[in-house]
């Protein structure tokens, strides 16, 4: 790829975070203020007496451990970035192929030497690879703040904080842990991402709907034509289990991209995106 | 003289209705061609096509590319401009130049700087906060900083005052046209470009009605005021139009020639405008 | 036959589901699917803190037990391994 083909792609990428810097950027930052508030106003409830031994217990707990092993304990608090992220991406994709041939600016866009494949690539990869970089910004931002606030804390209540720094050492690493949760998930969603862009792209009105609806119909129709329920059998074994979207360890990281279910939604995804790729053409 | 478009039996319909019904056109290279029209005669459908926006069925060829199977090839020697408004609007002006450095190769940004310099166009402002003609300055200034082959402009001056428009097609002929570069521009606001055009194009109802360079135009349309003891001899040549004008009767041709003419009254190339509205009512009463 | 699938969007949208119906239904026929909830063991979700010491001895031992049998076999964490182990079931039962 020559270097000025890497400079439109980094620009497409930038224009997707500008136009939607409010899911990227506010709604996490929201979360964490919200937790922060949440957590620094329990502190404020709690015993003077009970605060201190369980600052004490807290600087202790991690002490001399190492952050990679401990990380682990703080995916508990990614979780609502987690959820953050997936309505965020949910919104965006249903949006983001519908709105500029709402407001026409898909004229503008392609007026540039720019291909449909580039465009919907750019989307993907925005929602796969840069948009969980910006939560963890923000994840790491509400730690930095939290930490801060803990030392201040524990000073104010006279608590030798020793391990606090252990502490965020493993916070640090959770953010490791938080963005590949983000990637495999997102690579293990990629039907749905491509299901989506697929309908972002096509409808003239309620994007949403039509997709939703679309979804249902199906499942009917393989039932109807072929007697039998693959998809809906597909569906529910890729979205039962929780523990799908989180990585604890480092160790299952590889394990969790390559594999079977995994290798094959992505194929599933790239059929959905390439739909979406040829149904951009149609700009009305 | 080589041409840069070159379509033959475009047709593109909209559910019932007949958008472009067997358009045939070719431009030649270093034209300013003018594509007149009434509302729904199928000019933005014919401009979308030429650029791949709109998929149309027919032979189609704009700089040697085929707009439909290598848009985004075909838009690095084209630029495009339609009705004000699809900038987008949550971009700012800065914002909206640094995109276009990125994403074309032929883009001038310091050309683009000192074409906005010359405007009240502040760099930090949103799309959405700026006038309609500040819009259409700021698109300008965008597509004169990009070397291409051809420039397309469909209804560029629609909703402008007279001060923008002016300025607009000032700034066209002035800064931007070379003499190489070709220029194509959709309106129904004939009177506004018939003295820029050196190629004229009449569509209506999905067709092509006229093609002919301006430079024989008066070879190929004549208006004559023809003296009251004539008209019957008038009528017989098989007029495009009759009006009334000053107690006579104003009467156009089209291939007709000038020697058969001449005895019937005072000849006159018809303006733009005029041709345009007799090709107009020709078409309506068959 | 590109012109007939590209024609209209209606047109692009039933064949890219034709497609994806035709691929998820083949799958399925060929691999036997059937409704599986993927199970990637957890410890941190049995975690209690009240016996954080136990918990961290469970760890290192059984980070030393995997590193000695190699990842994934006796967690059960491959789905490959997982699918293959249910294949035979099947097949055995058929």
């Known amino acids: 790829m020559d270097r000025f083909k890497i400079v439109q792609f980094y620009a497409l990428l930038r224009r997707e975070v500008l136009e939607h810097r409010n899911l990227f950027i506010g709604a996490p930052a929201v979360v964490a203020l919200l937790i922060l508030v949440a957590t620094f106003w329990v502190a404020m409830q709690i015993d003077e007496t009970q605060l201190a031994e369980g600052l004490s217990y807290i600087s202790v707990l991690f002490d001399g451990l190492s952050p990679f092993d401990m990380a682990p304990f703080f995916m508990l608090l990614a979780i609502p970035f987690m959820l953050t992220l997936y309505i965020s991406s949910v919104i965006y994709l249903i949006n983001t192929l519908f709105q500029d041939r709402k407001e026409m600016s898909i004229l503008f866009w392609q007026s540039m030497p720019v291909s449909n494949l580039q465009t919907v690539l750019s989307k993907v990869f925005t929602i796969v690879i840069v948009a969980p970089i910006f939560y963890v910004l923000n994840i790491f931002a509400m730690y930095l703040i939290g930490m801060i606030l803990l030392t201040i804390l524990g000073v104010s209540n006279d608590v030798d904080l020793v391990g606090i720094g252990w502490m965020f050492l493993a916070a640090i690493a959770s953010l490791v842990l938080i963005y590949f949760s983000a990637l495999v998930t997102s690579l293990w969603l990629l039907p749905s991402i491509g299901w989506l862009l697929l309908f972002s792209a096509f409808a003239k009105k309620t994007p949403l709907l039509w997709a939703g609806g679309v979804f249902i119909l199906v499942g009917f129709f393989e039932d109807f034509i072929f007697g039998t329920q693959y998809l809906a059998d597909w569906v529910q074994s890729r979205a039962a289990n929780p523990n799908q979207y989180l990585i604890f360890e480092f160790q299952s990281l590889l394990e969790r991209i390559f594999n079977y279910e995994t290798l094959f939604g992505i194929v599933v995804g790239s059929i959905l995106i390439t739909g979406a790729v040829y149904m951009r053409r149609f700009t009305d | 003289m080589s041409n840069i478009v070159e379509a033959r039996s475009l047709r593109k319909n909209y559910g019932n209705f007949t958008a472009l019904d067997g358009v045939d056109l070719t431009i030649p290279s270093g034209a300013i061609s003018g594509l007149i029209g009434p509302n729904g005669a199928g000019k933005t459908t014919t401009l979308k096509a030429l650029i791949g926006l709109c998929d149309v069925d027919g032979e189609l060829s704009v700089t040697g590319f085929d707009p439909r199977k290598a848009r985004h090839k075909l838009m690095e020697d084209v630029c495009f401009i339609a009705d004000v408004g699809i900038l987008p609007k949550w971009l700012k002006v800065s914002q909206l130049i640094d995109y276009v450095e990125a994403v074309h190769p032929r883009f001038d940004r310091k050309k683009a700087e000192k074409f906005l310099s010359t405007t009240d166009i502040p760099s930090n402002k949103r799309i959405k906060e700026l006038s309609k003609g500040m819009v259409t300055q700021l698109h300008l200034a965008l597509v004169m900083s990009i070397e291409v082959q051809l420039l397309v402009l469909d209804e560029p001056t629609l909703g402008l005052d007279i001060i923008y428009r002016k300025e607009f097609y000032d700034r066209l002929l002035n800064d931007y046209y070379d003499g190489n570069r070709t220029i194509i521009i959709s309106t129904h606001q004939v009177e506004e470009i018939e003295t820029l055009l050196s190629h004229l194009l009449f569509i209506n109802k999905g067709k092509i009605v006229l093609d002919t360079l301006m430079s024989e135009l008066s070879q190929v349309c004549t208006e004559v005021l023809v003296d009251a003891d004539k008209m019957a001899e008038a009528d017989a040549c098989g007029p495009i139009h009759v009006r009334e004008l000053l107690g006579k009767k104003s009467y156009t041709f089209e291939s007709v020639l000038k020697e058969r003419l001449e005895v019937l009254g005072e000849l006159q190339t018809p303006s733009v405008a005029d041709l345009f509205v007799a090709k107009l009512k020709e078409d309506r009463h068959g | ?94």
């Open chain 3, 1 to 94: 036959m590109k012109n007939i699938i590209l024609k209209n969007r209606y047109t692009l949208l039933v064949v890219t589901l034709v497609v994806y119906i035709g691929v998820l239904v083949a799958e399925g026929a060929i691999t036997g699917r059937e409704v599986r909830v993927f199970e990637f063991e957890n410890p941190f979700f049995d975690f209690n803190v009240n016996n954080f010491e136990g918990f961290r001895e469970s760890r290192e031992s059984r980070v030393s037990d995997d590193s000695r049998s190699g990842s994934g076999e006796d967690r059960g964490e491959n789905r490959g391994e997982n699918r293959d182990d249910s294949r035979d079931e099947d097949s055995g039962d058929a």
